[in-house]
């Protein structure tokens, strides 16, 4: 008996080992999924990464060529564009729950923004679908049995810089394309002390970056959306 209880957590301690070769090996595809699979549930239209370059030992990563492409009634090309995300992590706290990143840095974002002939923005229904994500119940956690040991993930800093906000309202004024500074976006603790699961990280920096992005788009791109329409109205309340 005593041998093969030997045995079995010998076996235990080669698949523990296995899977921790497999998920440091792994890691820059881990991320890259997890990015596009849980960013297309919360934003409702396709999230797509072009590369991810983590390394475990320094605790800093780079996520480069993050893409949120428009919702359907929109052209074909890309609401949102973000050159390069980087990450710092707490290297002494991998081993521990939870998991602690000092900081994310987005650079240098992009915004395509476009209105259509109903005042609905590009950005705008983006940021409806992630509202309504956020007001569906967490998806239950697997069962610890189940998935050995689950994560839980506290961002200290999450700073996207200041960008640029391409606004076009060409479909409701002919020639009506104008570009605009997008303000910078902070946010801290994200997780709180106890952290939280990457899914529910995703809402809430998903919500802080497409809410401000949805003001200022609504503030100078669909103000002038708005001004075209009046015009219309009291040129036939004229005639």
């Known amino acids: 008996m005593r041998k093969k209880l030997l045995i079995a957590a010998a076996l235990f301690m080669i698949v523990i080992a296995g899977v921790a070769v497999y998920f440091y090996n792994n890691i820059d595809s881990i991320v890259k999924n997890a990015i596009e699979r849980s960013g297309s549930e919360i934003t409702g239209t396709r999230v797509s990464v072009g590369s991810v370059d983590i390394s475990l030992k320094s605790g800093r990563g780079t996520i480069r060529d993050v893409r949120v492409k428009n919702p359907d009634g929109f052209s074909d090309g890309d609401a949102l564009t973000l050159s390069e995300v980087t990450l710092d992590l707490e290297v002494g706290s991998l081993n ?82 104008r570009e605009f500074d997008l303000p910078p976006v902070e946010l801290s603790n994200v997780g709180g002390s106890r952290g939280s699961r990457p899914e529910l990280l995703g809402k809430a920096i998903a919500a802080g970056v497409f809410a401000r992005i949805s003001q200022v788009v609504s503030d100078e791109l669909k103000a002038t959306a708005t001004e075209k329409i009046e015009e219309k109205v009291k040129e036939l309340l004229n005639r």
């Open 96 to 177: 521990r729950d939870p998991i602690v990143i000092e900081e994310v840095l987005v650079d240098a974002p992009i915004v395509n923004a476009e209105v259509d002939e109903k005042l609905l923005t590009n950005v705008g229904v983006i940021r409806s679908h992630v509202i309504a994500y956020q007001a569906k119940p967490a998806k239950k956690a697997p069962a610890r049995q189940d998935a050995g040991y689950e994560k839980h993930f506290v961002i200290k800093s999450f700073i996207m810089k200041e960008g640029v906000v391409h606004g076009d309202a060409t479909r409701v004024r002919p020639g009506e394309i």
